[in-house]
Nanobody, 122 residues
Framework: QLQLVESGGGLVQPGGSLRLSCAVS????????IGWFRQVPGKEREGVSC???????TYYTSSVEGRFTISRDNQNTVYLQMNSLKPEDTAVYYC????????????????WGNGALVTVSS
């Protein structure tokens, strides 16, 4: 059964760090890019970061560049390390499978996880 399951969300103070995990099953990471997206109520879901199926190419939206790092292990998990968190990073974070091995944005997504809430507040 194809699944993506996020974990690692929670409450953190501004300037703090969190690491999100996306455990996948039912497919092999080597053949699909995985993206992280986030959404706040009343706004469209936006792309945050993406890693290609080969793991050699990564992308970041400008607002998280230098603070967030996407990575993957050799098995079935993709990570999003989030440092220097800001209140504006508060959102539900989703990992998603791209139907392509390269990152093609939200239009390329064919499967979504259920999301993990990240709250940055003092």
């Amino acid at each position: 059964q194809l699944q993506l399951v996020e974990s690692g969300g929670g409450l953190v103070q501004p300037g703090g760090s969190l690491r999100l995990s996306c455990a996948v099953s039912g497919f092999t990471l080597d053949y699909y890019a995985i993206g992280w997206f986030r959404q706040v109520p009343g706004k469209e879901r936006e792309g945050v970061s993406c890693i290609s199926g080969s793991g050699r190419t990564t992308y970041y939206t400008s607002s998280v560049e230098g603070r967030f790092t996407i990575s993957r292990d050799n098995q079935n998990t993709v990570y999003l390390q989030m440092n220097s968190l800001k209140p504006e990073d508060t959102a539900v974070y989703y990992c998603a499978r791209d139907r392509n091995a390269y990152c093609s944005g939200i239009r390329g997504v064919d499967y979504w996880g259920n999301g993990a809430l990240v709250t940055v507040s003092s």
